[in-house]
């Protein structure tokens, strides 16, 4: 049971090095039918051949699989809306059915063609591995240490996860799985569409992509979409930091809920709720119950569970049975199909973009100073990554997000995610200068267009997506009521949360 919970919870580059202008594609893409994981309705597939090494173009190639959900309205199309779900190492394959089923509006899909893929490394693209036992099929992000001996022993397991991701099969492709190169096949896919730009939606660590992309190939940009906000240098050892902030933000979120339910007798006021946390964690980092749930696993459980308000009510349930001695059930959100990949990939794009602090002394500093910053989840989001111990160096420097390029970008973010803080949002949207605006909305959890029920920003966003009109100054849009969350929110949900990185939701 430890295990199924585990996995449920679990400056532009230099031109001389890399170019940035992706050739173009020969022909049109060879358009069919998807593989039965994405075999959505109307949802068309093909596959596309790029250098697996852009300084390298006439190199080895992999394939990335495209797919499309055509406007049913040629005649008022404006052109492609490529989205990406996050991750990093979020399959992206089915997303633009995803997306119309969850809601996308009719005038979107109108505008557009929608186009998905599997980023290079992911799904039905050429996939990495790190040949991951059932036993490592964990979140990438590190447990709760509860002091500095926990970073040691979390550094050795870490280190043994980079030594298989070096040995593995897809080892060669170590230093070329970027969000950098992926950006760079983002334009091959506009380029094989035979588009002259192209316009973007991209969620969570898909926010970073979209930003890498617009930076580099600002002339081919559109309409860019940037929604719950990674910050400017994505998720290096700094901004994975950034999840303890995210706690804080939406945790009070959480402890309203359970006050406003004393069935769930975790405490009448949002004060006793968050008394119980402590509690609860404390007795289980000295006696996890007989599934296995220690102090670290709850933490993680709970930080995965403040995704979506949806969530909550499983979360209290969880905790009421862990505070009365009882075995909880597995999160809500199914499967997720191919864990080591997902969680392979995760690792190879993170610790490919920058490079890590090498000493375990910097994680036991940071897990000491973030203990007493943030002591709800902060040792754990300091903790050491596999990055540490990666066994290829980056290729190339991160790349700068600047304020070179068209005025076409919009940010639009929760003011309290758990996952990609408003902090993130506000250091991009600062990073981008007069290239963007940014709206947000009071409201809670990950995802903010769609996937949140604020009327004020989804207006505002999809105004952006079909008409181009944005704010003219960065916005807040008050609280609304909240509304029934979507009857096609569970397989949008799993896409999203198992692809983000945090604790997958299964």
């Known amino acids: ?175 070329y799985v970027t969000t950098a190169n992926t950006a760079r096949d983002m334009d091959r896919i506009r380029a094989a569409l035979g588009e002259r730009k192209l316009s973007y939606y991209g969620i969570s660590y898909g926010t970073y992509l979209g930003a890498v992309y617009t930076t580099l190939f600002p002339q081919h940009s559109d309409r860019i979409l940037l929604d719950s906000n990674v910050g400017p240098s994505g998720l290096d050892s700094t901004g994975s930091r950034m999840f303890a902030q995210g706690f804080d933000d939406r945790f009070p979120d959480f402890a309203a809920f359970a006050a406003a339910h004393p069935e769930y007798g975790l405490g009448t006021t949002p004060a006793q709720v968050t008394a119980k946390y402590f509690d609860l964690a404390a007795r289980l980092d000295a006696k996890p119950n007989p599934q296995g749930v220690d102090g670290p696993l709850f933490r993680s459980l709970t930080f995965g569970m403040l995704y979506n308000d949806a969530y909550l009510p499983y979360l209290a349930g969880a905790w009421h049975t862990l505070d009365t001695g009882g075995s909880i059930p597995p999160p809500p959100g199914g499967t ?83 996952a990609t803080p408003l902090a993130g949002a506000r250091h991009l949207r600062e990073a981008f200068g007069n290239r963007a605006r940014l709206v947000t909305a009071d409201q809670g959890g990950h995802g903010a267009y769609l996937f949140g029920t604020n009327s004020c920003l989804n207006d505002t966003v999809t105004a952006f997506l079909t008409t181009g009109a944005r704010p003219n100054r960065d916005t807040n849009c008050a609280a609304e009521p909240p509304q029934p969350t979507p009857a096609a929110a569970p397989r949008l949900l799993r896409s999203l949360t198992s692809a983000s990185p945090v604790p997958a939701l299964g």
């Open 336 to 418: 997720v199909p191919d864990p080591d990949n997902l969680l392979s990939s995760q690792l190879y794009v993170i610790c490919g973009d920058s490079d890590w602090p090498e000493s375990v002394r910097t994680y036991q500093h940071n897990v000491a100073v973030d203990r007493f910053r943030h002591p709800m989840f902060g040792p754990a989001a300091a903790n050491i990554w596999a990055c540490a111990f990666w066994p290829s160096e980056p290729a190339e420097p991160p790349v700068r997000i600047g304020d070179h390029g068209p005025s076409d970008v919009l940010l639009s973010q929760n003011l309290r995610d758990p």
């Open 1 to 175: 049971m430890r295990r199924i919970l585990l996995a449920a919870v679990v400056a532009a580059v230099s031109a001389a090095l890399v170019p940035a202008v992706a050739e173009a594609a020969p022909g049109p893409l060879p358009w069919g039918p998807c593989p039965a994981d994405a075999a959505l309705p109307g949802l068309q597939c093909a596959t596309l051949d790029v250098p697996l090494d852009y300084r390298r173009p006439a190199g080895p190639r992999i394939q990335l699989a495209v797919s499309r959900l055509k406007s049913a309205k040629p005649a008022q199309r404006r052109g492609v809306l490529l989205t990406n779900p996050g991750g990093p190492g979020g399959p992206g394959l089915a997303l633009p059915a995803e997306l119309a089923l969850f809601g996308l509006p009719q005038s979107v899909l109108d505008t557009y063609d929608v186009i998905g893929f599997d980023p290079r490394g992911v799904g039905h693209s050429t996939p990495v591995t790190c040949d991951l036992t059932p036993s490592q099929l964990r979140s990438n992000v590190p447990p709760y240490a509860r002091d500095a001996a926990d970073v040691v022993a979390h550094a050795e397991y870490v280190r043994g996860i980079a030594r298989q991701c070096g040995a593995s099969r897809t080892a060669s492709m170590l230093p």
